[in-house]
């Protein structure tokens, strides 16, 4: 009698354990889909994959979010040395002095490609990683999310109760109207809804996963459009005095860089005239010096014979031609200076543009003078003058030579005179805006030293033993400094952003989740109502909207007068374990 009691016992617990086993697969199948990841492989053994499925195992690693989160933080990373270390094509001055600095670092950087950052192998080789892994995770979670929006939820469980949110009662309405009811009040919700046996099936909140699919959409976006900008860019300067002009072909700039896939006959064809600059600054108080306005009045035309057209380019408001930009980024002042010679032949008359040294405008240049000069034995020679200009000097005996104000309120030209040859002849090329004195020797003055003097407008220097003069003239011309770029992709990677900013939002704030409705007649021909709700993430807005679900049902089917109690039901979370559901995000 014991033995068979005890393999009476054995019986109950194998069949427990196997409805145990049938309520987890029916709760799992109740849970699936609610999202798009794709399930985790369990334990493989690697010994026996083979070649194809070692190629499968490799993809499938590629291809998940763990891996394209890792490959992003790469690529932030990388992209930090080409923010810190001058970069080749951007500014090949600053790389070749830090090569001559550094004898160490300088070779080493050169193999690491860190002095070519973004066109290096191993950045490459993250950004196109990168670029695969996404598109290689997008491809099939959309085809799924399709899919799902194509099919209907999913059939109520057996055992409700094992659902993280449960409300039940029992009530004298038939189980038909009860099911009817809840239909309506869910598809008024907005609620995906269908009756499915004896219970309404119901789900929400798809813009979740169509959410967090569109941020990776936008990212790959992103990713192509920085690369297009990055490959066909062009960028460049170019400084124009007031009443010249500018006409956008390559061997107008002063400077010039594009991307590797860039051609100059992609430039846009366009002109402009700068007519003047404005600009006027606060006179007194702690802002003292701020521009008040600073632009420039610029005449353009589009195409070849395009029809001019005036316009006024601010700091943050460039001219706009067909994808090309013309910032306003510098302005400066240009002295008109007059160079004789011994017999007083003008052999220099022009504006000689200064570059800016602070905030002040004090600025600084060379004066070449490359033909026509002739000494007074009637030899060949070329002169130079380091230049130093200051709008608004503080008054001589008044200390250093620097601006006290932007404004032209008071300008004084320093002027250190030199002669010989100026290097040009070599054909290496020259800063236009420094003397190279190699070949140059001093003027000097009665004392034998460097001639030097501070020249105040319509003032002159003479230069010793009848060379010559220089003269100060009092037009004192502006010029405005513009930066002309072309940033193809530009729109398409801000509406990526925005895109994907939107997305994020509905990944976060927006819960995928199921609702169930059974009603069934119970065995004293009372009705019983089930509701229960699963969501795509442990949540207490699931609970929350059940109960409010429930006691909108409980309106059209109220609690039996029989029943205990007469108050709506309330969504609780049961006491039972919660089976992990399938298809959860990695």
Request: hydrophobic share 40%; aromatic share 10%; charged share 20%.
């Amino acid at each position: 009698m014991s033995d068979i009691k005890t393999d009476g016992e054995r019986a109950q617990a194998e069949a427990d354990r196997a409805q145990a086993a049938a309520d987890d697969r029916d709760l799992g199948a109740a849970g699936s889909q609610l999202s798009t990841a794709p399930v985790e492989d369990s334990a493989t053994n690697f010994f026996a994959l083979g070649v194809i499925g070692w190629a499968r195992w490799f993809w499938r690693q590629l291809t998940s979010m763990r891996v394209a989160l890792i490959l992003l933080l790469l690529l932030s990373l990388g992209a930090i040395p080409g923010s810190l270390i001058p970069q080749s094509g951007t500014d090949d001055f600053r790389v070749d002095e830090f090569r001559k600095s550094h004898d160490t670092l300088g070779p080493l950087y050169d193999k690491l490609g860190l002095f070519h950052v973004y066109s290096s192998v191993w950045f490459s080789a993250i950004y196109i990683l990168l670029f695969v892994s996404l598109i290689g995770c997008i491809v099939p979670r959309t085809w799924q999310f399709v899919g799902q929006l194509r099919s209907r939820p999913p059939g109520a469980p057996r055992r409700l109760t094992r659902l993280p949110a449960y409300a039940t009662w029992r009530t004298d309405a038939e189980p038909e109207r009860v099911r009817e009811a809840a239909l309506t009040l869910l598809k008024g919700r907005r609620f995906r809804a269908h009756l499915a046996g004896d219970a309404v099936a119901a789900e929400k909140g798809y813009l979740r996963e169509a959410g967090n699919l569109l941020f990776h959409i936008a990212l790959i976006v992103m990713l192509i459009a920085f690369a297009a900008g990055q490959l066909l860019k062009s960028e460049g300067n170019k400084l124009i005095l007031e009443g010249d002009g500018f006409s956008n072909t390559l061997t107008q700039y002063d400077d010039f860089k594009s991307g590797n896939l860039f051609t100059p006959d992609e430039l846009e064809p366009f002109s402009f005239r700068l007519d003047k600059f404005e600009g006027s600054y606060e006179p007194t108080g702690p802002n003292k010096g701020t521009p008040r306005t600073y632009q420039a009045d610029v005449t353009y035309s589009k195409g070849v014979d395009g029809a001019e057209q005036k316009r006024l380019i601010k700091v943050n408001e460039p001219l706009e031609i067909n994808g090309s930009k013309v910032y306003l980024v510098s302005h400066g002042y240009a002295p008109v200076v007059t160079v004789r010679d011994g017999r007083g032949k003008v052999v220099f008359s022009q504006a000689v543009p200064l570059l800016p040294l602070d905030s002040n405008v004090t600025s600084s240049g060379a004066i070449k003078v490359l033909d026509g000069y002739r000494d007074k034995n009637g030899t060949k020679e070329q002169l130079g003058f380091n230049a130093f200009f200051v709008p608004t000097f503080a008054g001589f005996g008044q200390g250093q030579m620097l601006s006290q104000f932007p404004a032209l309120d008071y300008p004084v030209l320093a002027l250190s005179a030199y002669h010989g040859s100026l290097g040009v002849d070599a054909g290496l090329p020259q800063n236009v805006y420094q003397l190279d004195k190699t070949k140059l020797k001093e003027f000097k003055d009665s004392k034998g030293e460097l001639l030097k003097t501070r020249l105040r407008p319509g003032e002159t220097m003479e230069l010793p033993n009848g060379a010559g003069s220089i003269t100060f003239e009092k037009d004192i011309r502006e010029w405005a400094g513009f930066q002309i770029t072309r940033q193809p992709g530009s729109g398409w990677a801000l509406g990526a952003a925005l895109a994907a900013i939107a997305g994020l939002a509905g990944s976060l704030f927006i819960q995928r989740r199921r609702v169930w409705v059974r009603a069934t007649t119970g065995a004293d021909g009372v009705t019983v109502v089930e509701m229960a709700g699963l969501g795509r993430s442990e949540s207490a807005k699931v609970p929350e909207e059940l109960s409010e679900l429930a006691g909108a049902v409980h309106d059209t089917a109220p609690t039996a007068p029989t029943s205990t109690g007469g108050s709506p039901p309330t969504a609780t979370d049961p006491d039972t374990p919660v089976v992990p559901v399938e298809g959860a995000e990695k």
